[in-house]
């Protein structure tokens, strides 16, 4: 199973982007999926993750401004970024298992993981 990440650039404050984690390997459906992110001198920390029926999970701190979705179809799942902050500079990455159906949010549950994307955002 292998996870690319991709979609992070660098945007001004207010802006919005579209990070993209294509699956390969493995039944797509059946992964409990997971963005993280590591901003520079911070733990990882879960941002949203989303079950192999689309029930998502946020975090407190997205507070409407981020949306995770996933297409069963095409093996990806997406996060949508509205109203980037400075404070949401992080390397994102992907995460994913099969163990269960369970949105777990401690890293360590996450069998499998993307290589991470860059997300900077200026003021």
């Known amino acids: 199973v292998q996870l690319q990440a991709s979609g992070g650039g660098s945007v001004q404050a207010g802006g919005s982007l579209r990070l993209s984690c294509v699956v390969s390997?493995?039944?797509?459906?059946?992964?409990?999926m997971a963005w993280y992110r590591q901003a520079p001198g911070k733990d990882r920390e879960l941002v949203a993750g989303?079950?192999?029926?689309?029930?998502?999970l946020y975090k407190d701190f997205v507070k409407g401004r981020f949306t995770i979705s996933r297409d069963n179809r095409n093996n990806t799942m997406y996060l949508k970024i509205y109203s980037l902050k400075p404070d949401d500079t992080a390397v994102y990455y992907c995460?994913?298992?099969?163990?269960?159906?369970?949105?777990?949010?401690?890293?360590?549950?996450?069998?499998?993981w993307g290589q991470g994307t860059q997300v900077t955002v200026s003021s």
């Open positions: 995460a994913a298992h099969s163990r269960d159906n369970t949105l777990y949010t401690r890293q360590t549950e996450y069998t499998y």
């Open positions: 390997g493995g039944s797509f459906s059946s992964f409990v």
């Open positions: 989303i079950s192999g029926g689309g029930s998502p």
